[in-house]
Nanobody, 127 residues
Framework: QVQLVESGGGLVQTGGSLRLSCAVS????????MGWFRQAPGNEREFVAA????????YYSDSVKGRFIISGDNAKNTVYLQMNSLKPEDTAVYYC????????????????????WGQGTQVTVSS
């Protein structure tokens, strides 16, 4: 059974950095695309970043491009989201997600394209 466990969230000041981790169990990380999403109170869940291992290739939402970096460590079966130059509008619960297959059209930015989800980790950016 595939399980995703996020960690690394917390409280940080504007301009600061955090690195989120998503530990993957039940499958080999490098086979299936992964993504990060976030949801702020009162808002719908929104796409943040995605990675697929052929290439590899990364894709980011316009709101985080140039500030966030998605990466993976196959030896640790872990996906990371390095978040730099954080802004108050980045405040949200961040979720790690995994696709159940590799077919389809890259990039996968719709949350319905992902089959497995973590429990989320809170990121709060103070102004």
């Amino acid at each position: 059974q595939v399980q995703l466990v996020e960690s690394g969230g917390g409280l940080v000041q504007t301009g600061g950095s955090l690195r989120l981790s998503c530990a993957v169990s039940g499958r080999t990380l490098s086979r299936y695309p992964m993504g990060w999403f976030r949801q702020a109170p009162g808002n719908e869940r929104e796409f943040v970043a995605a990675i697929r291992w052929s290439g590899p290739q990364n894709y980011y939402s316009d709101s985080v491009k140039g500030r966030f970096i998605i990466s993976g460590d196959n030896a640790k079966n872990t996906v990371y989201l390095q978040m730099n130059s954080l802004k108050p509008e980045d405040t949200a619960v961040y979720y790690c997600a995994a696709r159940g297959g590799i077919s389809g059209t890259w990039p996968w930015t719709n949350d319905r394209a992902y089959d497995y989800w973590g429990q989320g980790t809170q990121v709060t950016v103070s102004s």
